[in-house]
């Protein structure tokens, strides 16, 4: 899904930074420290917020919007399977 949106900067000390950074660092699953996070958060990094501007499209689209991967030499040969036994009816084993 895609949609036009309006990004702002939500500024340190705000009401809605007191809204809704206690809700993101509560999210945060390998931080143990919520209010020493909030003070970094406030100290040297910057939470967005996205505002749609116009109606969200809730279609799914015929075709994927990824890019194809590039070509690359980079390739890794396929190995044969391990076996720990030899497989009956196979004609290698014979």
């Known amino acids: 899904m895609s949609w036009p949106a309006a990004v702002s900067r939500l500024e340190p000390g705000s009401e809605l930074w007191t809204t809704v950074v206690p809700q993101l ?31 969200v499209v809730d279609e799914l689209r015929d075709a994927s919007l990824a890019a194809p991967p590039r070509p690359t030499p980079a390739t890794r040969a ?17």
């Open 25 to 55: 660092t509560a999210k945060r699953l390998n931080s143990a420290a919520g209010a020493e996070l909030e003070q970094h958060w406030a100290a040297g990094c910057v939470v967005s917020r996205l505002v749609p501007v116009a109606d």
């Open 78 to 94: 396929t190995r044969k399977p391990f076996r720990l036994h030899r497989v009956k009816g196979s004609s290698t084993n014979r």
